[in-house]
């Protein structure tokens, strides 16, 4: 079925644009950056995989990049600028915001924007956390991020997760005024399924779940005139990918991490393609141009109490 460009609903397209050996959770032999050059590199081949696919189907996404990809391969981001993509910032080093000092944030993500723009010659004001790690705790990254340029953060999942999550966030489209500036929050797409929300059209929920159940996640979100938001990892679309190490039996979670970085890569592909063809998608921009910000709320920091600092999102007075 081919989605009319007039009445369908537009949803984002989101490439985090990493190494194969940026997966968080298992440590293996790449896990300390200074061992990231002898590393085998795949991110070139398997993004332009990604952007014959996305060709394929005239879309146009928005790729989150990390800024030591970028550094290492700076043709292929002109090549994606050149070629109508969004280029966005996915940090320079690729660690988690909540494991990070506002000091280390601040200088982590000022190297990644600044190499970003040299690269592309373009505006880039569109942030993803990597691991999607802006937490409870960690919303004091948004003043940082503003002050930065970022207009755009597209690093809240509105659900408990393993790392990174805010259950009961607004799952629409908002913007969040802070001290430095308003910044657009365009949360990752959820679905209510047996009780729990949970999120279901990117990664590794993409590969693992069935198309039918992904397209109820879409409609859940479309029936309300929210518009729907997949993401996609390079390395997601090579099976042949180098493996990290597959953790002992005795540490389960890790285990898990890692049955679930590798589940269904053969059929992301396929998955992909089929979606890519059954609803319309764009860049985050284009879509928050259909989409706008309907509410505003203000942004207020409480200081941490034992070990938690606390956030309220309270109603502008503007
Ligand atoms: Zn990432």
């Given at each position: 079925m081919i989605p009319d460009a007039e009445t369908a609903p537009l949803n984002a397209f989101c490439v985090d644009l990493e190494e194969w050996f940026?997966?968080?959770?298992?440590?293996?032999?790449y896990t300390d950056p200074v061992t990231w050059d002898d590393a085998p590199q795949c991110?070139?081949?398997?993004?332009?995989?990604?952007?014959?696919?996305?060709d394929d189907a005239g879309v146009r996404g928005t790729f989150l990049t990390v800024g030591w990809v970028a550094r290492k391969y700076p043709d292929l981001i002109r090549r994606l600028a050149r070629e109508g993509h969004e280029v966005g910032c996915h940090s320079y080093w690729h660690r988690l915001v909540f494991e990070l000092s506002p000091e280390e944030f601040d200088r982590?993500?000022?190297?990644?924007?600044?190499?970003?723009?040299?690269i592309t010659s373009q505006p880039v004001d569109?942030?993803?956390?990597?691991?999607?790690?802006?937490?409870?705790?960690?919303?004091?990254?948004?003043?940082?991020?503003?002050?930065?340029?970022?207009?755009?953060?597209?690093?809240i999942v509105p659900a408990k997760r393993d790392h990174g999550g805010i259950a009961g966030f607004?799952?629409?489209?908002?913007?969040?005024?802070?001290?430095?500036?308003?910044?657009v929050c365009f949360p990752v797409s959820v679905m209510h399924l047996a009780g729990r929300t949970i999120p279901?059209?990117?990664?590794?929920?993409?590969?693992?779940?069935?198309?039918?159940?992904i397209k109820a996640g879409f409609a859940q979100n479309h029936r309300v005139g929210r518009p729907g938001m997949s993401y996609i990892h390079p390395r997601e679309v090579n099976p042949d990918q180098p493996r990290l190490p597959r953790p002992a039996i005795w540490r389960p979670m890790a285990l898990l991490k890692y049955l679930k970085y590798y589940v269904n890569l053969k059929s992301t592909r396929p998955k992909l393609a089929a979606l890519l063809r059954?609803?319309?998608?764009?860049?985050?921009?284009?879509?928050?141009?259909?989409?706008?910000?309907?509410?505003?709320?203000?942004?207020?920091?409480?200081p941490a109490t034992g070990t938690r600092a606390g956030f309220e999102l309270l109603p502008s007075a503007s």
């Open positions: 940026h997966a968080f959770g298992i440590s293996g032999k991110v070139v081949g398997d993004t332009e995989d990604l952007m014959r696919l996305l982590d993500i000022g190297e990644c924007v600044g190499l970003l723009r040299e569109t942030f993803r956390a990597p691991g999607f790690s802006v937490t409870a705790d960690a919303l004091w990254s948004y003043p940082i991020m503003r002050r930065h340029g970022i207009t755009t953060d597209i690093s607004p799952r629409d489209p908002f913007t969040m005024e802070t001290d430095e500036g308003s910044i279901f059209s990117g990664g590794g929920y993409l590969r693992l779940f069935p198309l039918s159940l059954e609803y319309r998608f764009g860049t985050v921009a284009e879509v928050l141009r259909r989409h706008p910000p309907t509410s505003t709320v203000r942004l207020a920091l409480r």
